[in-house]
């Protein structure tokens, strides 16, 4: 059973630091890209940032120089490292898992196979 796990959301003030988790499990990160998108109440969900298999990484421009994404195979498991966090990426973070075809269209969530259940960032000011 394919299965994604998102943690380590919560209520963080502005400047401040968070990392998230998604723990995968029923498959091997070795073989998935893997994302983070985001949804704010009321808007699209959008791309975050992702990380292949190979270890190619794409970022959102209005994360980069912010947030890092970076995996440990040993556990399975994705990060997503965010400093200098703002207001305005108070939103539910979803990891996804699939098989692109094309990487560079990672941005659109069809693209996608496996969600996860999503963890609240709150980003206060």
């Known amino acids: 059973e394919v299965q994604l796990v998102e943690s380590g959301g919560g209520l963080v003030r502005a400047g401040g630091s968070l990392t998230l988790s998604c723990a995968a499990s029923?498959?091997?990160?070795?073989?998935?890209?893997i994302g983070w998108f985001r949804q704010a109440p009321g808007k699209e969900r959008e791309g975050v940032s992702c990380?292949?298999?190979?270890?190619?990484?794409y970022y959102a421009d209005s994360v980069k120089g912010r947030f890092t994404i970076s995996s440990d195979k040993s556990k399975n498991t994705v990060y997503l490292h965010m400093n200098s966090l703002k207001p305005e990426d108070t939103a539910v973070y979803y990891c996804?898992?699939?098989?692109?075809?094309?990487?560079?269209?990672?941005?659109?969530?069809?693209?996608?196979?496996?969600w996860g259940q999503g963890t609240q960032v709150t980003v206060s000011s």
């Open positions: 996804a898992a699939g098989n692109l075809l094309l990487l560079r269209q990672w941005v659109f969530p069809q693209e996608w196979d496996y």
């Open positions: 029923g498959f091997s990160i070795d073989d998935y890209t």
């Open positions: 990380i292949s298999n190979v270890g190619t990484t």
